[in-house]
């Protein structure tokens, strides 16, 4: 008899000092592969929290969604070689440039 093994992890983690800014991880594992993740920049503006950018695996492949206030998405693919690296990269690259992703969004919320 073989067993699958599932396991999935989720955790946040802060940008910034003041607690404004988190990333949000959602990883999943199967019998020691990873094989789904998530990770998704969120930002607290004006009493709410917002979702800015989100990499993930949906619809089948690796990609960047660069969420917009008014409910749309810019999709954008991510060709990595596999999962893990992939995960390297969205975690450096939110890291990186939550500011600048934040300042997009901002602009774009007062064109709402």
């Given at each position: 008899?073989?067993?699958?093994?599932?396991?999935?992890?989720?955790?946040?983690?802060?940008?910034?000092?003041?607690?404004y800014?988190?990333?949000r991880?959602?990883?999943?594992?199967?019998?020691?592969?990873?094989?789904?993740v998530v990770f998704?920049?969120?930002?607290?503006?004006?009493?709410?929290?917002?979702?800015?950018?989100?990499?993930?695996?949906a619809?089948?492949?690796?990609h960047?969604?660069?969420?917009?206030p008014?409910?749309?998405k810019?999709k954008?693919?991510?060709?990595?070689d596999?999962?893990?690296?992939?995960s390297?990269?969205?975690?450096q690259?939110?890291?990186?440039r939550?500011?600048?992703?934040?300042?997009r969004?901002?602009?774009?919320?007062?064109e709402?």
């Open positions: 008899m073989n067993f699958e093994i599932v396991r999935e992890k989720e955790f946040e983690t802060y940008l910034d000092k003041s607690g800014e988190r990333l991880v959602r990883l999943k594992i199967e019998n020691g592969l990873l094989v789904d998704q920049y969120e930002s607290f503006i004006g009493n709410k929290w917002y979702s800015i950018v989100r990499y993930d695996c619809h089948g492949y690796f960047r969604d660069i969420l917009k008014n409910g749309d810019e954008q693919l991510i060709q990595i596999n999962l893990k690296h992939a390297r990269y969205a975690e690259d939110l890291k990186d939550w500011g600048w992703y934040k300042e969004f901002i602009k774009k919320l007062g709402k």
